[in-house]
């Protein structure tokens, strides 16, 4: 069966930390990885990677893809309160199917 | 098991016609979300709704419209299909933040060909 986790579930971090947060997957037929910042209602798209080692960034935000040992992972340096978000891993497979993991909830105090 | 139906798997329409694609969960969910899925772009939000006729514009909402009746309904609607519609659209549903987790739970695609 096709499943993304993430961890930690939920995260409580000091401004100006770096968290890390993962997604690992096993999935059929993977075709990419994308993360999403979901703050009130709907997600706002972040990444997306295809290629394994290739590192995307943006800001304080980066992502890299391993697709040997099958996980991803977010970094966000010097966290700042607006950072305080859920953040959602999903995998899209060769079949346009799409699976979501749980979400981690990240929040930032000043 | 949470279960999202969307109500055509595969359509073709001509240009200028009006299409409507149907969505429906049975959780209770008060989010829900429809999306197009285009090859090297990812999933691109259209609009979302986070209550029964309530409803916001995603990141694409040009040439497209929603509505939000009943709480396991919405739909999404494309007012004149034009051939740059032509693309798998996905509905998803998600409980209300404060829930344990936040998965978006989707349909299993309508794939649309405007011709």
């Known amino acids: 069966e096709d499943k993304v986790v993430q961890s930690p579930l939920s995260l409580v971090v000091h401004e100006g930390d770096t968290v890390t947060l993962n997604c690992s997957y096993e999935?059929?037929?993977?075709?990419?990885l994308l993360w999403y910042k979901q703050e009130k209602k709907a997600p706002t798209f972040l990444f997306m990677l295809t290629s394994s080692g290739i590192e995307k960034k943006s800001g304080r935000l980066s992502s890299i893809l391993d697709k040997k040992e099958l996980f991803s992972i977010l970094n966000i340096t010097a966290t700042q309160t607006g950072d305080s978000a859920i953040y959602l891993c999903?995998?899209?497979?060769?079949?346009?199917?799409?699976?979501f993991g749980p979400g981690t909830s990240l929040s930032v105090i000043p | 098991d949470v279960k999202v139906t969307q109500s055509s798997r595969y359509l073709v329409k001509r240009t200028g016609e009006k299409v409507f694609l149907e969505c429906v969960q049975d959780?209770?969910?008060?989010?829900m979300f429809w999306y197009r899925q285009d090859p090297g772009l990812g999933l691109r939000l259209i609009y979302f709704?986070?209550?029964?006729?309530?409803?916001e514009k995603g990141d694409i909402p040009e040439g497209y419209s929603v509505s939000r009746e009943k709480k396991e309904r919405f739909s999404l609607i494309l007012e004149s299909a034009s051939t740059n519609q032509t693309s798998m659209y996905l509905c998803?549903?998600?409980?209300?933040?404060?829930?344990?987790?936040?998965?978006?739970?989707f349909g299993p695609g309508t794939r649309l060909t405007v011709t």
């Open positions: 998803a549903s998600q409980g209300a933040m404060g829930q344990p987790t936040y998965e978006q739970y």
């Open positions: 709704s986070y209550d029964v006729k309530m409803k």
């Open positions: 999903a995998v899209i497979t060769s079949y346009d199917k799409v699976i």
């Open positions: 959780m209770d969910h008060e989010n």
């Open positions: 999935v059929t037929n993977f075709r990419s």
